[in-house]
């Protein structure tokens, strides 16, 4: 067997956009309490995700990006049996998600390698901006991690999209410097297999140059589709799983919550 070969496809889930208060409440007055949607899909992965390998959580992890409010996500991701890989979105303090968030089953991870996959997290966050940008070192990371690294296929996490979701209040607000992105992945072509990120609250796939672009819905409010403006839709919290074979296929779908599943912890 080669030495990165997976015996059993390699089961990840991503939620992202939990927007964590520093006290539990809802937000853009939305009655949505953002403390109870995650307890709902928390809950709902440990009951239907058994087998998952890591969770990657894209970004925005705090509303309000303060101490407190990282202190209290650790304590609600702690109370349940899975591996949480994090990374910083637009609403995040990069620096203090860093310093205030690890601990226990939850870290911040740049590279995780499992078993053929490199999962790489990248950070497209920007200070006191609601766009994205990734900055020269991150980029410089990313060409090193997937030029050295033997494992045969990658992944990679950010916050930010990077190509128009088709709706242009929030294209407007979306990884400004995404060329520079798809210069790497092209130098690596065949090895990036998919790009998935958060930030657009809603559920959206498409293709470039053979990578997938897969976006995801939040765990809490989302977003209707090619909208002028922001608008929220009636959609319920979700996460996506995602599974990635030897070969390099990828496998994924969202899952919405039920009625039932927001009842129990409404």
């Known amino acids: 067997m080669h030495p990165f070969e997976l015996s059993r496809p390699l089961r990840l889930v991503q939620i992202t956009d939990t927007h964590f208060c520093e006290r539990p409440g809802d937000i853009l007055s939305t009655r949505v309490d953002t403390d109870q949607s995650l307890r709902s899909v928390l809950d709902t992965l440990h009951y239907r995700e058994h087998g998952c390998d890591d969770v990657i959580v894209t970004g925005d992890l705090a509303q309000d990006p ?57 950070d497209s966050s920007v200070p006191n901006e609601p766009w994205g940008w990734l900055a020269d070192t991150e980029l410089a990371l990313l060409e090193e991690t997937l030029s050295r ?55 959206f796939e498409a293709e470039r140059a053979g990578v997938r672009l897969i976006g995801t819905p939040a765990t809490c409010i989302q977003f209707a589709p090619a909208t002028e403006r ?37």
């Open 66 to 122: 303060v101490e407190g409010s990282y202190h209290r996500l650790r304590h609600a991701l702690n109370g349940y049996p899975f591996r949480f890989q994090c990374l910083p979105g637009n609403h995040d303090d990069a620096d203090l998600l860093g310093a205030a968030l690890p601990g226990g089953n939850v870290d911040c991870p740049k590279v995780l390698v499992r078993h053929d996959w490199l999962l790489i997290l990248l």
């Open 149 to 203: 690294h033997p494992a045969p296929h990658a992944m990679l996490f950010l916050h930010h999209h990077p190509v128009p979701v088709g709706s242009p209040w929030i294209d407007r607000i979306a990884l400004r410097n995404a060329d520079a992105l798809f210069e790497v992945v092209a130098r690596h072509a065949g090895k990036v297999r998919a790009i998935v990120f958060g930030h657009v609250h809603q559920e």
């Open 230 to 266: 922001l608008v929220v839709d009636d959609l319920p919290p979700a996460y996506r799983w995602l599974e990635l074979h030897a070969d390099g296929r990828v496998d994924t779908a969202v899952h919405y919550l039920d009625e039932q599943a927001l009842r129990a912890t409404g």
